[in-house]
């Protein structure tokens, strides 16, 4: 593996500017992130991931997205179609459980055949937050429902059809999201619930799905735990539940660096983002001056981090890397669709 920084960043529009291609060469990010700017024509996104592995020199770089469904979809018609939201598949589940775990697997490998020929390989789902009555709706209709076992058993499906078709799942918000009062996008969310009742309530679905290649933080507070640092800056989060009580030993990402969750310069959150254990950095805005600070203190991807990068890596020879037949993806597309016409 060619040295790479311990960064994931985005970029600006749905080709690389000079100043990014500039970057991109010299500081080698281990992966790029795109949102709804990055989309353009089919074409255009396969050529901008095949740019910027050719920029940091591998083939394996890893291209992310937000691909949930519902209002989080990065990418729409005519490239994808809309997807449900996890409530919609939480609401299947409810009324046939077969049902509901079967859609979630569907919808996942469908959002593999849409993203690996793009060149995208990591697909930031599933959400494992279990939100409670009042939450603020920055994961709302996220969330597969509100009860920690079926977003278990709903995130276990979506994460094994990501797999199944060649794109690596990212579990997220670590340790949980779900009882924030306010969008972290915005302000830090503190939650003063004891640790027995997170233990009950919130890590449940972390722990039964620690085994998969990678997660994200949250930024939220859990004053329980640590009262005044969120998970993603927090070393008693990160070693003394994250890796410790709910035992997970992937590639811990943090979120997006750029959230007004965290204070201090872009420099001094990134310090504290790789001091409290995170192994690899988000900056997902595309804005030049913050992606340079960011970098600047950013470590190469070296020790134990990258053993947890290769193993994430590891995880996509499972699949044989095509998009699947396309019969057997227009069968899950009618499946799929034929269980939201028959629940309307």
Avoid at 40 to 55: C, D, P
Avoid at 69 to 98: C, F, T
Avoid at 188 to 209: K, N
Avoid at 218 to 229: F, G, N, Q
């Amino acid at each position: 593996m060619t040295e790479s920084k311990a960064m994931i960043t985005g970029c600006a529009g749905i080709r690389f500017t000079e100043d990014e291609v500039a970057f991109l060469t010299r500081e080698r990010p281990w992966g790029l992130i795109l949102f709804a700017r990055n989309i353009g024509l089919a074409e255009e996104i396969e050529a901008l991931t095949a740019h910027f592995r050719m920029l940091v020199g591998r083939d394996d770089a890893p291209v992310f997205i937000d691909q949930e469904g519902g209002r989080v979809q990065r990418i729409r018609e005519p490239i994808a179609q809309r997807y449900p939201s996890g409530a919609a598949i939480g609401a299947l589940y409810r009324k046939d459980p077969a049902t509901g775990k079967r859609a979630a697997r569907a919808m996942s490998r469908l959002h593999a055949a849409d993203l690996l020929p793009l060149g995208i390989t990591a697909d930031c789902l599933p959400v494992l937050d279990v939100p409670v009555e009042g939450a603020h709706d920055v994961i709302g209709d996220r969330a597969y429902g509100h009860d920690p076992e079926t977003v278990a058993i709903l995130g276990r499906e979506a994460a094994e059809g990501l797999l199944d078709g060649g794109v690596l799942p990212v579990i997220k918000h670590i340790p949980g999201h779900g009882r924030a009062f306010s969008d972290s996008h915005k302000a830090l969310p503190v939650v003063d619930t004891p640790l027995e009742d997170l233990r009950r309530h919130d890590f449940p679905p972390f722990m039964a799905l620690a085994d998969m290649p990678m997660a994200m933080t949250a930024h939220v507070v859990y004053s329980a735990l640590d009262p005044t640092r969120p998970a993603t800056t927090s070393p008693r989060v990160i070693e003394a539940i994250i890796r410790g009580e709910i035992g997970f030993d992937g590639l811990l990402m943090s979120d997006d660096v750029s959230m007004h969750a965290l204070s201090g310069d872009f420099g001094t959150r990134t310090e504290s983002i790789f001091g409290a254990g995170c192994d690899v950095v988000l900056h997902c805005n595309g804005v030049m001056d913050e992606m340079l600070a960011v970098a600047a203190r950013t470590p190469a991807l070296t020790g134990r981090a990258e053993e947890r990068a290769k193993a994430a890596l590891a995880h996509l020879s499972r699949h044989d890397g095509r998009p699947g037949d396309a019969i057997e993806v227009a069968a899950l597309r009618d499946e799929l669709n034929g269980y939201f016409t028959a629940a309307a």
